[in-house]
């Protein structure tokens, strides 16, 4: 049974055996609105928004060491898969996944923290549903997830970290908002949650 997240709670990631998890995949998806308002009244809307799922790797000392993103679909050790780029948010289930393997994340990794922005500039004002969800890649099965409360002005969220904690992997569902097109631009806020 999948455990439904609230903003601010922290699991650990173990399998029902009790055994750790080995490989997880965090799943994020959103629908579009149907709601116009404003200048998308008037002009008229696609129906898409481009949102970009990323996971940045971080040390103890809060320090950026790689990021995974749809420019590079693969962390430089191997240990985390983007499986690509969803430019419309488009269809049921997730749309973007990117894909851990924890026990190959190096020792000098201590945090994962997965974000979701517009590229665009778009605002989360035309964003629904938006959701994080963790399953575990060895039966497929939806462990934990967190749905979002994230319609708004901002043009960035940042969903959920992993972390180490005492030998072990933890999640922790954040559900911040951010403002900046860019992970760059997202760093300051990124960093009170590590």
Known sequence: MSISLQKGQKIRLSKESGAAMDQVILGLGWDVTTKKSGLLSFL?????????????????????????????????????????DNVTGAGEGDDE????????????????????????GQTFDRVQNAFCRLIDASNQREYAIYRLDSQG??????????????GEWRMHAIGAYGRGKTVQALLPDIEKHI
Request: proline content about 1%.
């Open 44 to 84: 008229g809307s696609d129906g898409e928004i481009d949102l970009d799922a990323s996971c940045l790797l971080f040390n103890d000392a809060k320090q950026l060491l790689d990021v995974v993103w749809f420019e590079q679909l693969r962390s430089r050790d191997g240990s985390i898969q983007h499986t690509g």
């Open 153 to 166: 002005s901002h043009t960035a969220m940042i969903m959920a970290k992993l972390y180490r904690h005492s």
């Open 97 to 120: 996944r990117i894909i851990v393997e924890l026990s190959r994340v190096p020792t000098a990794v201590t945090t994962l923290v997965f974000v979701v922005n517009s590229f665009n």
